[in-house]
């Protein structure tokens, strides 16, 4: 999904009620996330560890994702410490039914039968040319169902919009030196470039930066290189090395943890990037 994030992910038989049980993360940035079958995700539990957890009921199984930060994707010492935190989660379950197959399909078959639709929504998106995940995961008043199924074909288990937002931009041809300048928006959390092909994947292990390894400018603005020099600018730039001849790209631009001042402002990323001569 991206590289500046440590997953765990289960899902979880609610019926008769379950616990996650965290371990210390000490300084980290971790983030719980609970989505029920109906694709209704509960507000971000922000947590530094040490606690456990009600798994909520809403559907019978419930899908459980803890994200924690991970700035420098080749830090091996702190994926190694990351993963013994990983393995001191703890779920408990006074259920544990095995999840139901969809319509008595095997997972690849409905994967299959379910590609065209969603490609078929991912075309509606660009044509309305939607910027964001406004609408699109939550529960309640901050979300619509049309918005839920364009959020569930274009990245299903998304955050709620006051957590997460999800900036979408354009597809590009050219594989030329870009660039994008932007205020820094102050997160709580931190923010994320993530370039990928237009079939949805990344293309190399390095095709992202985020606001813990990038450089600010002189002014306090940041700027963001795709395909441009690596020696010059750095953790700035995303390589596009990997794309195949004539294939798009488009980036996905991640504030986890925005400020209410952020959350409201109008923004296109699209908008602001542009071919360096």
């Not at 994967?111 to 609408?135: F, H, N, R």
Request: net charge negative; hydrophobic share 30%.
């Amino acid at each position: 999904m991206n590289r500046d994030t440590i997953y765990s992910t289960a899902v979880v038989d609610t019926e008769k009620g379950a616990t996650v049980t965290l371990p210390d993360f000490g300084d980290r940035f971790v983030m719980v996330q609970f989505t029920d079958e109906n694709h209704q995700t509960y507000d971000m539990v922000y947590t530094k560890g040490n606690e456990t957890l009600e798994v909520p009921n809403s559907t019978k199984f419930m899908f459980v994702i803890v994200r924690t930060y991970l700035p420098n994707l080749h830090d091996k010492q702190e994926i190694a410490e990351l993963n013994k935190l990983q393995d001191q989660l703890v779920i408990k379950a006074g259920s544990k039914d095995d999840y139901p197959i969809f319509g008595g399909y095997d997972l690849p078959t409905l994967a299959a039968k379910l590609e065209p639709v969603k490609k078929e929504i991912l075309t509606e998106i660009a044509v309305e040319g939607v910027a964001d995940s406004e609408k699109m995961f939550g529960t309640g008043e901050y979300t619509t169902a049309e918005k839920r199924i364009q959020g569930a074909a274009y990245g299903w288990g998304g955050a709620t919009f006051k957590d997460n937002i999800y900036q979408y931009s354009p597809n590009f041809e050219s594989t030329q030196c870009h660039s994008v300048t932007f205020e820094d928006p102050k997160n709580k959390g931190f923010w994320s470039f993530t370039v990928y092909n237009e079939d949805g994947f990344m293309f190399n292990d390095d095709a992202s930066t985020n606001s813990g390894v990038a450089q600010p400018n002189a002014d306090g603005t940041y700027t963001v290189y795709f395909g441009c020099d690596e020696e010059k600018y750095g953790a700035n730039n995303i390589p596009l090395d990997g794309l195949q001849d004539g294939q798009e790209w488009n980036v996905l631009v991640r504030h986890y943890a925005p400020t209410t001042e952020f959350l409201y402002k109008d923004i296109d990323p699209s908008k602001g990037i542009t071919l360096v001569k």
